[in-house]
């Protein structure tokens, strides 16, 4: 489903990515895991499509296209879904109208026929039931006021509404305590299909706990320098990253 | 942005034929009533100012003695000021000689095909439908019929409740006692620079006058008489609402109309009595010049209201989002006890359009009480200022103002600017003011695509989200009409 072969990448001139290749097949959830700074965040951002990162070489084919060719709202249509590390907010847009406009543009692209609001809103009581919202969180603005923790659990609601065929959950954790993280896990958990894929960025094994992974990878300055399954998450938690150093292949190596 | 009236709808004869080509009057099976009006119809006035000219405008109008001797009190008082310069303008300087104040009518257009093709895709996109779109790119035989009768309708179902809805032309002649007593009594001639200009050249406007208790029935609208095919340079509206009385008045159409006059300085003026109420909308959306600044309306326009009575209460509400120029300052005077004043504005600015705008709210009765809500939103090359003037005098007791002052930035190039000034000689007065300043981010923007919401629609969204607190206090479809409005001056903000 989605194949990255040597992707280099640069941000403000300075080469975040540096031939960084992954597969990742249908169903299957793939953690990617690193030290600051590794470029993990660098990756979600270019395979979401924002601006001011510049691939300078290699390429991601997403069920057979050239993902990197798409805009960002296309990438969405086709089933690409970012969760965000930092959800922003928009004042004065109702959180609900937010999402119906999002699920009927990609409906409008993907050429099916759109929703109008009380059949959408039927869908959302739907997907509450599911997240286990309170739907007070939907009659709010986009994230407006919202605590670190409902941020988090509206990005993956909104990813229950659109219905992604790759999830990328960048840093999903952060700022999480310990039951908002058991919540969050379990939305993602419920969601996790043969079709659907993920790829769930994080800085901490603890997360694996919950969202178990296929295959964990490390990525550490720009390149993916081991993987494996769910242990190695383990080891690393176990060692900490400097670990890799010697172990694997030496950071910062010529790309 | 009143628009000028059309004396049609409301069958008066001497002023219709000035304005009017001789097409419209025959179709409408009207005579010429003077001779020199066929004279002045082929040629206007010509450019220039001087008291000859107020004399021949209010001769033209047919005015009395009174008000011609009110305009050229005016005329005199004007001479002797210089232009205001303390707003954050730039502004060429005007000749006032070379301004004809009582331009002979434009040649309308005789079918929808002679109309400018941008204009009509402007309408396409706001969704104006087409026997409208005929009326405000001012075609004239349809949209004369259409008016007539719907202008009768509406003036028979008024009379019957009391009220007086007619222009400012027609009050001056029909109802000269009310116009002495009230015209002038907010906004003093001699008010500012282009108060002054107005009170001595103003060629039409509207008088509003809603007696003791009336509830009127209808939101009145300039809208019905938009088929004036040449908007005036300076008009003059006057709305005065009795002990109890209440109006909501709509100023202007949503469609944007291109005027290519440079200058517009018009007055409003509105009365509350004891108890009475008034609510006045406003979308304006004069000709911005293009994307490089070049042409484009200078709407610099006085309003005020006056709440004359206890309990009484005044609001503005408004959205801004034409002009090169707005110079705009829409106020209350809080005279009466427990009176109260609001605003709610939204103004935007794109390319090089430049607004200073904002409110003055002046508390002199007890307990009387302000609320400003304020958004500027600039976007291109273009400035934004609020300016607004909070002033407690001393005998206002209890005073309260609140005031909430936002402004939204998209791309490097604009600004956007606050000049909040307090005066509060009352001890007891609570004035509080809030301001923010954003931008719509890059990452508010690639937040909405990544959900699949394309560019455009997300700038939309996110400018409709910023004005939704001035949204509400539209009527409803002014409100749809004027998020569209947004939504068409925006376009190629982004990107």
């Not at chain 1, 001011?52 to 089933?79: I, K, M, Q, W």
């Amino acid at each position: 489903m989605l194949k990255i072969e040597n992707l280099h990448a640069r941000v403000e001139g300075k080469e975040i990515l540096k031939g960084l290749s992954l597969t990742v097949n249908p169903g299957e959830v793939h953690a990617i895991m690193g030290p600051n700074g590794a470029g993990k965040s660098t990756l979600g951002n270019v395979l979401s499509g924002r601006d001011g990162y510049e691939v300078t070489a290699g390429s991601v084919t997403y069920n057979g296209v050239d993902l990197l060719a798409l805009e960002p709202e296309a990438r969405a249509a086709a089933g690409v879904f970012l969760a965000f590390q930092y959800p922003v907010e928009i004042p004065g847009v109702n959180n609900t109208y937010f999402l119906r406009t999002a699920f009927n543009a990609q409906r409008k692209a993907r050429g099916e026929t759109e929703l109008d609001s009380m059949q959408f809103l039927k869908l959302v009581r739907e997907k509450l039931k599911v997240m286990q919202i309170s739907d007070e969180l939907m009659h709010r603005a986009v994230n407006e006021g919202f605590s670190g923790g409902e941020k988090k659990r509206n990005e993956i609601f909104q990813m229950a509404v659109l219905e992604p065929k790759l999830a990328i959950l960048d840093e999903t954790d952060s700022g999480l305590d310990i039951d908002a993280l058991k919540q969050v896990s379990e939305g993602v958990n419920a969601l996790r299909s043969p079709e659907r894929s993920f790829l769930v960025v994080t800085h901490y094994q603890r997360l694996l706990d919950y969202i178990v992974p296929d295959f964990v990878h490390v990525l550490a300055d720009g390149r993916i320098v081991e993987s494996g399954d769910k242990t190695l998450a383990h080891k690393l938690e176990e060692h900490g990253y400097a670990w890799l150093a010697q172990h694997g292949e030496p950071a910062g190596a010529q790309a | 942005m009143t628009s000028e009236r059309s004396d049609h709808m409301l069958g008066d004869t001497g002023a219709t034929v000035l304005r009017d080509n001789a097409e419209v009057a025959e179709a409408l099976g009207r005579s010429y009533s003077a001779g020199f009006v066929t004279e002045i119809e082929s040629t206007g006035l010509p450019p220039g100012l001087s008291e000859e000219t107020v004399r021949q405008i209010s001769a033209i109008k047919r005015e009395p003695e009174w008000m011609t001797e009110w305009r050229l009190k005016a005329f005199r008082h004007w001479l002797t000021m210089p232009q205001p310069d303390w707003a954050k303008l730039k502004m060429a300087p005007q000749d006032y000689q070379a301004i004809s104040y009582y331009s002979a009518p434009k040649v309308a257009p005789k079918s929808l095909d002679e109309v400018d093709p941008a204009l009509l895709e402007t309408y396409e996109k706001l969704g104006v439908p087409l026997h409208e779109r005929a009326a405000l790119a001012g075609v004239a035989v349809d949209a004369v019929f259409d008016s007539v009768s719907v202008g009768t309708t509406f003036r028979k179902q008024l009379a019957d409740a009391g009220v007086l809805f007619c222009s400012m032309s027609e009050a001056i002649r029909e109802y000269p006692e009310l116009v002495q007593k009230y015209l002038g009594s907010v906004v003093p001639p001699g008010d500012n620079f282009f108060a002054a200009l107005n009170s001595a050249v103003f060629s039409d406007g509207s008088f509003v006058f809603i007696p003791k208790g009336v509830r009127c029935p209808m939101e009145l609208s300039t809208y019905f008489r938009i088929n004036a095919q040449n908007t005036g340079q300076f008009e003059r509206t006057l709305i005065v609402a009795e002990e109890g009385a209440h109006v909501s008045y709509l100023e202007g159409c949503t469609a944007p109309r291109r005027d290519e006059n440079q200058l517009h300085a018009a007055v409003v003026e509105l009365v509350a009595l004891e108890k009475a109420q008034i609510k006045y909308s406003t979308v304006q959306n004069w000709y911005p010049g293009d994307e490089n600044g070049v042409g484009g309306v200078y709407n610099l326009v006085t309003k005020r209201g006056d709440c004359r009575g206890a309990d009484s209460k005044i609001s503005w509400t408004q959205v801004e989002t034409g002009s090169a120029i707005t110079w705009k300052y829409p106020s209350v005077i809080l005279r009466g006890d427990r009176s109260v004043g609001e605003f709610h504005s939204v103004a935007l600015t794109h390319h090089f359009q430049q607004a200073d705008t904002g409110t003055k709210m002046i508390h002199i009765g007890r307990d009387t009480k302000s609320k400003i809500v304020s958004k500027g939103i600039s976007a291109g090359r273009s400035n934004n200022s609020y300016r607004g003037l909070v002033k407690v005098e001393k005998g206002a007791e209890g005073a309260r103002n609140y005031t909430q002052c936002d402004s939204l930035l998209i791309g490097k190039r604009c600004g956007a600017h606050t000049f909040p000034y307090m005066e509060v000689k009352n001890p007891s007065a609570i004035v509080e003011h809030e301001a923010t300043t954003s931008k719509i981010s890059d990452d508010q923007l690639f937040y909405c695509r990544s959900r699949g919401i394309g560019e455009e629609d997300a700038v939309s969204m996110i400018v409709d989200g910023f004005c939704k607190q001035v949204f509400r206090e539209l009527p409803m479809e002014f409100a749809v009409e004027a998020k569209k409005l947004l939504e068409v001056s925006l376009e190629g903000a982004v990107g």
